[in-house]
């Protein structure tokens, strides 16, 4: 664990103090932290410019917006994180296959649920794994979710891919091919790019405001997948992220 910041931890005990007080006062601050007068002024100072404190007539602060947003984002995580557990449970019922829903965070994905599959044949990962986002199904859906200037921010020309199995695309050209006709179709594939006997297929995500916040994949073992298995997984994963997507307050086309 890395050095604590003074300056850092002293702003959060001021922030932390209204959890117990609707308003503060500047003095009330100095003498519940007992710090200076002038670290006070300072630190309170700039928490009302970034818009976590809001100063009041009177001399009196209460919190300011960004806690507000701070709050509603780790809110939506978390219903994210239970709605999709919900969801993969119910997708991997129908199918008995391994469910995973991710995010993404850069160029990476991180998997925040995971349902076993229930044959005794099934790939080994967990929630909280990290993989490129590259050779995986649901890094390229949220990949190509992703607006095309900013996703050329996060993707250059010049960037090298990694590879994990000998099918991993490293080619940014190929790639960006790829996101597109993941884009057009409205699922991803991605067939022993992450993992030589494992292929997966993967759909969108969406939060009440129509923004692409995760996605869904379904895992299968090269013993069981097909062309038709294909199809017929792709169909089930947008079914499943669709479900997950009205859970979150999504009311865009639903799957049948």
């Known amino acids: 664990m890395g050095r604590l910041v003074p300056a850092v931890t002293r702003a959060l005990d001021i922030l932390e103090l209204f959890l117990d007080h609707e308003t503060l006062s500047a003095p009330e601050i100095v003498g519940a932290l007992h710090l200076p007068r002038t670290t006070v002024h300072e630190l309170v100072a700039t928490l009302v410019t970034r818009s976590y404190l809001v100063a009041e007539e009177g001399g009196r602060y209460r919190l300011g917006v960004r ?59 967990a929630a909280g794994r990290r993989l490129p986002g590259h050779c995986t199904a649901v890094g390229k859906m949220l990949l190509a979710s992703l607006p095309e200037e900013e996703l050329r921010t996060r993707l250059p020309d010049d960037r090298i891919l990694e590879s994990l199995t000998r099918n991993t695309i490293t080619d940014v050209d190929t790639l960006r091919a790829e996101l597109a006709e993941a884009r057009r179709a409205g699922t991803a594939v991605e ?12 759909a969108p995500v969406h939060d009440r405001t129509g923004s692409v916040v995760a996605a869904l994949s379904i895992s299968v073992p090269l013993s069981r997948w097909s062309r038709d298995r294909r199809i017929e997984l792709a169909r089930l994963a947008a079914f499943g992220a669709e479900t997950l997507s009205e859970a979150l307050g999504y009311r865009g086309n639903t799957a049948s």
């Open 67 to 125: 806690t507000h947003q701070l709050g509603s984002r780790y809110a939506a995580q978390l219903d994210l994180v239970s709605e999709g557990e919900l969801a993969a449970k119910q997708v991997s019922r129908k199918c008995g296959e391994t469910v995973h829903v991710a995010v993404l965070e850069g160029t990476d994905v991180i998997y925040i649920a995971k349902v076993d599959s229930t044959h005794t044949v099934r790939m080994v990962s």
């Open 191 to 202: 067939e022993c790019e992450s993992n030589i006997d494992v292929s997966c297929v993967a």
